[in-house]
């Protein structure tokens, strides 16, 4: 009787002290600190969190990312072998199998998958023992860069995802109600995170011979779904003489058409611009934020537009409007963007805006908010799995 209490209490022990200390992987990005998009600036904000929250957390990175140490701030980085710089696309589907391969030798409590569309193929590698989390993303078979049968495959990819994870996030309550329908599958709603920005400096502006509230901004990554090409039409036709910069790497196809295609001395092409800080001046000494993303859920680069007290235009879709109501202009064409380019907003619509906009940010985009429920999930999960 007493070993038996003895081995209970030695159980109960072991199971409290896993549900303060996770070991946590996240993989689906090509590494952090981030230097390509939305997915890694996540996982930087999020990794960082969990680690001050007492998690042990590794995170999977590209080996061709340019910071190559093996801890970040407290997490572990763990390079694996990725063959996209040589063989392009489907050298992802290789990455996500090698970070996969390597997660099949370690003891995660917890697997957070960024997406799914290279990932979910490999289900059946997936540690067992291991609780899978995957965040949907966004529409990804809907994004007009891809041919009808890569939308095909990515739409049996999303089937695989929803099916097989244990657990499904849904950054946008338009996702989260799709997921629910088509899959009949309930997912979190966690939508991602920002922090109210102020400190602006002004190093960006003089840089690029610019004037604080003298320009208007567009920060995407080139592709097609982003509408980058209809935002440059409507910013020409509007007959503005303020410069429209245009951040993002021109070294993609996309972004190679355009920088050949529009020659203009209102267009300034920065190129890829990495450093959070200098990203938040830009937004925040611009007259005008345009956002032109269509195929996903909630995008950080909008929150981190709304957190910069910025006035902001965006695509026409319920991913958009869902996070900012009406606190936004909203287009669907170039005709559109020139006409809100054109427009004059009384001053006190403006503040009322950012006010609201700071507010959503502070109230439901807060990093703090997003990283409680993201622990909380993850706790959930393993304690659940304990009762099992």
């Known amino acids: 009787m007493a070993t038996g209490c003895i081995r209970y209490l030695q159980r109960l022990s072991k199971n409290y002290f896993r549900l303060k200390e996770l070991s946590i992987g996240i993989m689906g990005t090509r ?34 990312h340019p910071y190559q140490q093996n801890e970040w701030k407290g997490v572990q980085l763990i390079h694996c072998k990725d063959p996209e710089h040589r063989w392009g696309t489907v050298g992802q589907f290789f990455y996500d199998k090698n970070c996969i391969r390597d997660s099949r030798s370690r003891n ?33 078979w809907k994004r007009s860069k891809y041919n009808r049968l890569t939308r095909i495959f990515l739409k049996k990819a999303e089937r695989l995802a929803a099916r097989h994870a244990d657990i499904l996030v849904a950054d946008s309550l338009g996702i989260q109600s799709y997921l629910q329908s088509i899959y009949q599958k309930e997912a979190a709603y966690i939508p991602y995170g920002a922090a109210v920005y102020s400190q602006a400096g002004n190093s960006i502006l003089e840089t690029y011979n610019l ?44 972004g190679r058409y355009l920088v050949s295609k529009y020659i203009d001395q209102r267009l300034i092409f920065t190129g890829s611009i990495f450093d959070e800080h200098t990203l938040n001046d830009l937004r925040y000494h611009s007259l005008l934020y345009l956002h032109g993303h269509s195929a996903g859920g909630t995008n950080p680069s909008l929150l981190e537009a709304m957190a910069c007290g910025a006035r902001i235009a ?53 990093h703090a908010q997003i990283l409680n429920q993201y622990e909380g999930l993850m706790l959930e999960a393993v304690a659940n799995k304990i009762r099992k």
Not at 108 to 118: C, E, K, P, R, W
Not at 341 to 352: E, F, K, N, R, Y
Not at 353 to 361: E, F, G, S, T, V
Request: proline letters at 3%; glycine letters at 8%; a negative charge.
């Open 31 to 64: 590494g952090i600190p981030n230097h390509y998009g939305g997915f890694e600036q996540f996982a930087q904000y999020l990794s960082a969190g969990l680690v001050q929250k007492g998690h042990q957390v590794s995170v999977y990175c590209s080996h061709t």
């Open 314 to 366: 965006a695509h026409d879709n319920e991913f958009n409007r869902s996070v900012m109501r009406q606190d936004a202009d909203y287009f669907h064409d170039a005709a559109s963007v020139a006409g809100i380019i054109g427009t004059v907003l009384p001053d006190a619509m403006l503040a009322s805006r950012k006010a609201n906009n700071l507010d959503r940010i502070s109230t439901i985009y807060s």
């Open 108 to 140: 995660f409590d917890v697997l957070l998958h960024l997406g799914y569309t290279s990932d979910s193929i490999w289900h059946r590698r997936w540690p067992r023992h291991t609780i899978h989390i995957m965040n949907m993303d966004g529409l990804e």
């Open 211 to 254: 004037n604080s509230q003298g320009y208007n901004l567009l920060i995407a990554r080139m592709e097609p779904e982003n509408n980058i090409e209809m935002i440059i039409q409507g910013h020409l036709q509007s007959g503005t003489t303020l410069p429209l910069v245009i951040t993002g790497n021109t070294g993609t196809k996309h």
